[in-house]
């Protein structure tokens, strides 16, 4: 019965379309109608918020732009916006044509459901091939950028898929169709947890498309909430459809091997833990260190630099990073640390820091 509604109302809407423009909606712009007048059907606008929750299996891909305080600190608002929107319009463009929802806007992020509005068989491949897509697409926006002299900005994103109670949250004042559930915790989670142009994703949705996609090893992490460890799969590529995420060459960079003292603070919940650390950085890149730490910390541990760049004159006091490896080594424990956030400002004197050390090193 809701079939036949759906497909009943969907040609009666075409034809008004042909009549109107002389062309029905392509299948694409189709889809979406159909996408649409599928969750319209399922939850009536005359339901109350609170009633008529449906527990359903969806995919949630959540994509967050690093970098972006800084940037908004460091440049005129009208830029900013213009960044900001340049990127979300292209990202909602990719999601709906790979047949996905918008669940909503949070500032510099956006959060995307597959199968909330009418499941189907390739749900979490949409998802995978959207989020690959995304980063293909922040890619060529970053050349976009650099050759208008405007700031770069990185994605990182996190799937999960999972089943979820959806329907209608809010109060007769104002209310929102949604999604929530522990699943929507867990792919905020994910998110957080990816580093910039990254795309990461749990072992959940790596069970529903081990053959589609390629990944790399798992690795485990610990999520708050969680007394398991987590197993997280960072994604490759996706070989059937010849795409590939372009992380690997942001992480190209010249790196060069120093002896640097810098200081760092731990971030818990957002929050900067104001104890200060004295460490020692072995090795320097564009975006991130290799340095010698007292102490061992957890891969995806956040944590807030004060690094001095003496050959230009200029301590950088505002990087955000992340760690990504741990090893130990005597007494010490051997740590990569990969920037998260840096202000433009930060961002040009630690590469002019490190071409100049390479020059330094190349006419020894």
Known sequence: MKESVLRG?????????????????QREAEKRLENVLNSAI?????????????????????????????????????????????????????IFRHQGTIDKFMGDSIMALFGAA????????RALACAVEMQLAMDELNREHKQRGMPELYLGIGINTGTVMAGLIGSELYSEYTVIGDNVNLASRIE??????????????????????????????????????????????????????????VRRSPR?????????????????????????????????VLAELDQELAPYSEIKLD?????????????????????????????????????????MNIQLFVQLLIQGSENK
Request: with cysteine.
């Open 256 to 288: 060069v091997e120093v002896k640097i003292p810098f200081s760092y603070r731990m971030i818990e919940n957002d929050i900067v833990i104001p104890r200060l650390h004295q460490s020692m950085i072995l090795d320097i890149g564009y975006h991130g």
């Open 118 to 125: 009418a499941a189907g068989e390739d749900d979490v491949k």
């Open 192 to 249: 957080a947890f990816s580093l910039r142009g990254q795309v990461l994703i749990s072992s959940s949705t790596f069970d529903r498309c081990r053959d589609f996609v390629q990944t790399g090893e798992p690795m485990d992490v610990h999520v708050k909430g969680k007394t398991n460890l987590v197993s997280l799969r960072e994604v490759f590529a996706i070989p059937s459809l010849g795409k590939e995420v372009p992380r690997k060459e």
């Open 42 to 94: 399922a939850h009536p606008a005359n339901s109350a918020p609170g009633e008529g929750f449906l527990t359903r299996e969806v995919t949630i891909l959540l994509a967050d732009l690093r970098g972006f305080t800084s940037i908004s600190a460091a440049y005129p608002a009208g830029v900013v916006l213009d960044l900001l929107n340049r990127c979300l319009a292209k990202m909602s463009e990719i």
């Open 307 to 347: 690094l001095d760049l003496p050959l230009v004159g200029y301590k950088a006091t505002d990087i955000y990073a992340k760690i990504v490896k741990t090893m130990k080594n005597e007494n010490q424990y051997l740590t990569g640390i990969e920037f998260t956030s840096v202000s433009a400002q930060s961002n």
């Open 9 to 25: 109302t969907l040609r009666r809407i075409q034809d008004i379309i042909t009549q109107e423009t002389g062309a029905p909606l």
